[in-house]
C-alpha cells in the first residue's frame, strides 16, 4: 500500500475515533501529515496538496484546516518551528496526555511523548509560584535521535 493510502485510511480511523467528520480537504491535509517523516509547514502542506491533487489550496484555508485539527488532537502546532505534526496517539484509546515533543535538530523527526503527571504539576507549580499563568503547557526540547546520535 502507498504511504498517502495508508495514511488515508489512518486519517479516517482517527477522525473515527475523535467523533468528527472530516471533509475530504481537512482529511487530506491530516494524511499529507500523517505520512510526512518531519514536522510542515503551513506552506509545504499547501504545497504538498498541490502536487498530490493538482489543485491549489491557499496557506490561510490550511491554517484553518490546521487549527482544526489541532483542536481535535489529531495534530499538534510546534511553536519552535512554526511546524505541524500528527498526533502520534490519534488512533489510541487511552486519553491524550500534555505532550512534549522531542525534535532532532538533525533530521528534524519528531517524538511526541508525554509528560508525567507529576512532572506537569511541578512546571505548573514552579509557573505559579513566580506569579505567571501558564498558557501553553507542551514541551518542546532540542534532541538528537538515536541514529543521529549514534553517527556522530
Ligand atoms: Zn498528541
Ligand atoms: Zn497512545
Ligand atoms: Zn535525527
Same mark, same amino acid.
Given at each position: @500500500? &502507498? #504511504? *498517502? %493510502? /495508508? %495514511? /488515508?485510511m489512518q486519517a479516517d480511523a482517527a477522525s473515527q475515533k475523535a467523533g468528527i467528520k472530516l471533509t475530504p480537504k481537512r482529511r487530506s491535509i491530516f494524511a499529507l501529515l500523517l505520512a510526512s517523516q518531519t514536522p510542515l509547514s503551513a506552506y509545504e502542506l499547501a504545497e504538498q496538496f498541490k502536487n498530490e491533487h493538482g489543485q &491549489? *489550496?491557499?496557506? @490561510? &484555508? #490550511?491554517?484553518? @484546516? +490546521?487549527?482544526? +485539527?489541532t483542536e481535535n488532537n489529531l495534530a499538534h502546532k510546534l511553536t519552535s518551528e512554526n511546524k505541524f505534526v500528527s498526533c502520534a496517539h490519534s488512533t489510541c484509546s487511552h486519553t491524550h496526555e500534555v505532550p512534549q515533543f522531542l525534535i532532532c535538530e538533525n533530521c528534524h523527526q519528531v517524538k511526541e511523548i508525554g509528560i508525567k503527571k507529576e512532572v506537569f504539576e511541578a512546571l505548573k507549580l514552579s509557573v505559579e509560584q513566580a506569579g505567571f499563568v501558564l498558557k501553553q503547557s507542551q514541551l518542546e526540547l532540542r534532541c538528537l535521535c538515536a541514529e543521529c546520535s549514534k553517527a556522530t
Open positions: @500500500m &502507498s #504511504v *498517502i %493510502a /495508508n %495514511a /488515508n &491549489s *489550496i491557499p496557506p @490561510m &484555508s #490550511v491554517y484553518r @484546516m +490546521l487549527d482544526f +485539527l
